[in-house]
């Protein structure tokens, strides 16, 4: 894969500035993926972080660097990391193609079955 996996809308990116501003140090970015969990099976994980794995890809936003592994990856092809502003349930969520089902509060999903 030498695409970046996900899209970063930009109001997304403009969220995740400030959030790297406020808690992150000169070297950190911002890591997205996938780990076993939640109560659909995978769970989304979004931190600042300041080690780089080999197995990164990475995207350059106008100074914000955004990176995902490559094992998360192939669950988040397609996907789509969005900011909503609303008072009620907003925050990031990621709009993802590859998810079966989500559980009702966004942070976790059931992949679709591989054919």
Do not use: H
């Not at 995978?42 to 100074?63: A, F, N, Q, S, T």
């Amino acid at each position: 894969m030498s695409s970046f996996p996900v899209e970063v809308t930009p109001e997304a990116a403009d969220q995740l500035r400030r959030m790297k501003e406020r808690k992150g140090g000169p070297d950190s970015f911002v890591r997205i993926g996938v780990k076993g969990g939640g109560c659909s099976g995978l769970e989304y994980v979004m931190r600042l972080d300041e080690k780089p794995l080999p197995i990164d890809l990475v995207l350059e936003l106008e100074g914000l660097r955004v990176v995902c592994d490559g094992k998360s990856a192939k669950f988040l092809v397609g996907s789509k990391l969005v900011w909503t502003g609303n008072l009620i349930g907003g925050g990031f969520s990621f709009e993802n193609p590859n998810a079966d089902r989500s559980c009702g509060c966004g942070t976790s999903f059931t992949p679709k079955p591989s054919p």
